[in-house]
């Protein structure tokens, strides 16, 4: 069952990510600053103090300047926030409730490539390969270095029985990931060649992935079946 979209989560979910972003501090300063000026007219008022108009306007520089300051780290705290509950969402495999908080940042126009993901992450989910591979395909030419982009681009394409591509993909992301995750490149390569159904080429690397820890003996005789 999808979790819930309860307002004390949301809250709490909210107070995490202002703690977790490091924005605590500066709220905690626009409520100072607000606080000291309330305070300052206030005894003014009550000790009829004539105040000044440049005082007056200081103030409301101050003032305006620390709300505008705010509004915007609130701003990009709340995107955080949305970013991790689509995440999150996901993560459990609620792949609706992902889409709920994934719409909600597509309406702010910002993180298109991070949307892109999330929805072929989506389509995965369901076993829409092609329309998968389609957003992971916009996340490489936007961003190269996005190896899960890579990854999950890969896998698709092989899904979808679409092995030609796969084999491109894989060869276009071998810059980038087998320096770096020479492990993905390697089981993302054992996969393709079991879905050319080349056993003996597929055995040695399968034999390779088990000596770099990343299989166990027995899966083998599993995985090329």
């Known amino acids: 069952m999808e979790m819930t979209h309860s307002a004390a989560k949301l809250a709490l979910f909210h107070l995490y990510t202002l703690l977790d972003y490091g924005y605590l501090p500066y709220g905690v300063l626009f409520c100072a600053i607000v606080l000291v000026l309330s305070a300052l007219i206030i005894r003014a008022i009550r000790l009829n103090v004539r105040v000044k108009a440049y005082q007056v306007i200081l103030c409301l520089i101050v003032a305006l300047t ?68 389609k957003h992971f395909t916009f996340v490489v030419s936007k961003d190269k270095y996005n ?26 992301a071998k ?25 003996d080429e597929a055995k040695k690397v399968a034999q390779r992935a088990v000596e770099a820890g990343l299989l166990a003996q027995w899966q083998i005789g599993g995985i090329l079946q």
Request: proline share 3%; net charge positive.
């Open 175 to 199: 810059p980038i990931l087998e320096p770096h995750f020479p492990g993905t490149q390697l089981l993302l390569r054992l996969r393709l060649l079991i879905a050319q159904n080349k056993k």
């Open 66 to 133: 620390t709300l505008f300051l705010w509004h915007h780290i609130y701003g990009y705290y709340r995107l955080a926030a949305i970013r991790k509950f689509c995440q999150l969402y996901m993560d459990a495999g609620a792949v609706n409730g992902a889409e709920k908080w994934l719409v909600k940042l597509e309406v702010t126009g910002s993180h298109p490539i991070y949307c892109r993901y999330m929805r072929g992450l989506a389509a995965h989910h369901r076993r829409q390969f092609t329309e998968a591979a």
């Open 147 to 172: 190896f899960k982009a890579w990854q999950n681009l890969v896998q698709c394409l092989i899904s979808a029985r679409r092995i030609d591509e796969a084999q491109k993909r894989l060869e276009e």
